[in-house]
């Protein structure tokens, strides 16, 4: 196996189509691959794909490994951009070292490992008995992964292609689970003489709610609750509190309607607080800021109690990171994030999400949400589930790839986890006992036009995926 076979079997997977939902055409062509190769191949009804090779002459003593990616990738192209996905060939130039796809994404994550799967396949190398699962629909949800049932695969070792930082492996992984609190409200008319006002938060950052929630970033939702806190003294009324959105991603803006008695002195105040949040935000989030305005009458309000209990809650809501990991530096093994609020129709919902690599700790912060909005009134859910993959720094797998990259290298590879989902964590929950670990080539703007390959990197990949392949026993 070389990085020049993994790259041209690249090439050939740029030209069929996969976008997420969407992967019948690459499932049909790993599966007529498997065939034209003489191995044998597994599929479910999801549409994981199973390529088994036997071990080689020799080899038969040696437990299975299992190398897995994932079949989709995340289809997304430049507005101005004609293109359809789901028949033109990715369009890509080679250039400064970099395979790169300008006006759309390269489909690299996780493309490559398809490829390097493929290319180990049908190499001549000498090994123990391989199976290589490429799963379906990672990108929007782990549906492959999730619906995978046990036996589907039998090794006890797994290596997961799908990462994205040469020279580094990866070993853990949070779970998360998503809580939504939802108040009832009734109305009252809005007080003779009061004004109302619009308050808004915007220009923070945002960004992911795993990767990014420990860069210290504004959640405009948590400041505008903070600023209205403080102005309930003053007789406030609440109409409406609007900001955020997905639940993975942190809150970027926020706006909230109030009626107060004196306009001018709350908007006066509130641009004393935007001072304050351009002070504590200058290094992590200087675009933070806000603005005010009076706006047209308004008959009715949230009743005062209730509103008094959103906000309270609201502000209390904590956010962040909750806890780091005693194992692997500098990674979050406990966050929450307070993600969105929404009203109408006599109800606010708010939506915050947990992660953790420690499923217990994951739930612990859930229960801590939970309770925090059931004091306040608020009747709680817990959605969406799903499990997380904890470190292991004892790992044989771990190890072995350890060796491999220093004898290859001269150098030691990073040992990292990451504070988002993987598919190793669905994994675990299956197949107890997995040893995994995960790495890739260096890719740059995945999910988005730009997306990029580092063919220095590939080289490297492909020099440790094979040789811990060859050494694996
Ligand atoms: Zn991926």
Not at 390 to 396: A, G, I, L, M, R
Not at 421 to 441: A, N, V
Request: charge should be negative.
């Amino acid at each position: 196996m070389t990085s020049e076979s993994v790259l041209e079997i690249f090439k050939t997977i740029t030209t069929i189509p996969r976008e997420s939902g969407h992967e019948g055409p690459i499932t049909a062509y790993l599966v007529k691959w498997a065939a034209d190769h003489g191995l044998k191949c597994k599929t479910d009804s999801t549409g994981n794909v199973n390529i088994i090779r036997k071990a080689s002459r020799g080899k038969g003593h040696i437990p299975t490994l299992v190398l897995q990616c994932h079949q989709d990738m995340v289809c997304e192209k430049k507005a101005d951009f004609e293109f359809d996905f789901s028949k033109d060939p990715i369009p890509y130039v080679i250039e400064d070292g970099w395979m790169v796809a300008k006006d759309t994404t390269l489909g690299a994550d996780d493309g490559i490992g398809i490829a390097a799967c493929l290319a180990l396949l049908e190499s001549d190398i000498s090994c123990g008995r391989l199976e290589c699962v490429f799963t379906i629909s990672e990108e929007t949800g782990m549906d492959g992964a999730e619906a995978m049932k046990q036996g589907f695969f039998s090794g006890k070792t797994l290596i997961n292609l799908d990462s994205e930082d040469e020279g580094q492996l990866f070993i853990g992984c949070a779970g998360g689970v998503n809580t939504v609190a939802t108040f009832s409200y009734g109305t009252e008319p809005v007080k003779p003489g009061y004004s109302c006002v619009k308050l808004v938060i915007d220009g923070a950052q945002g960004g992911h709610s795993g990767d990014d929630i420990d860069k210290g970033r504004a959640n405009a939702v948590q400041q505008m609750a903070r600023f209205l806190y403080t102005e309930k003294k003053h007789g406030l009324q609440l109409l409406d509190f609007k900001g955020g959105n997905k639940p993975n991603a942190i809150a970027r803006d926020c706006s909230a309607l109030v009626a107060v008695k004196d306009p001018d002195a709350t908007i006066e105040r509130f641009k004393v607080f935007g001072a304050f949040l351009k002070a504590e935000f200058a290094t992590s989030d200087p675009g933070v800021c806000v603005s005010a305005k009076t706006v047209g009458s308004s008959a009715q309000a949230v009743k005062a109690r209730a509103a008094g209990r959103i906000i309270s809650a609201l502000a209390a809501c904590p956010h962040g990171v909750e806890a780091m990991s005693q194992d692997i530096s500098g990674l979050v093994e406990t966050s929450s994030n307070l993600a969105a609020v929404r009203m109408g129709d006599g109800k606010c919902v708010v939506t915050t999400s947990q992660r953790s690599s420690v499923m217990s700790a994951r739930d612990m912060m859930a229960q801590k949400i939970e309770a925090l909005f059931t004091c306040a009134g608020a009747k709680v859910v817990h959605k969406f589930p799903y499990p997380g993959w904890k470190p292991d720094v004892n790992s044989h797998i771990l190890q072995l790839c350890r060796e491999s990259y220093k004898k290859l290298f001269g150098t030691a590879p990073l040992v990292k986890a990451i504070h988002a989902g993987l598919e190793c964590g669905l994994f675990l929950e299956k197949f107890p006992g997995l040893d995994m670990i995960s790495f890739g080539p260096t890719l740059r703007g995945v999910h988005a036009p730009g997306e990029k390959l580092e063919l220095a990197s590939l080289d490297k990949f492909v020099a440790l995926l094979e040789d811990v392949v060859c050494q694996f026993e």
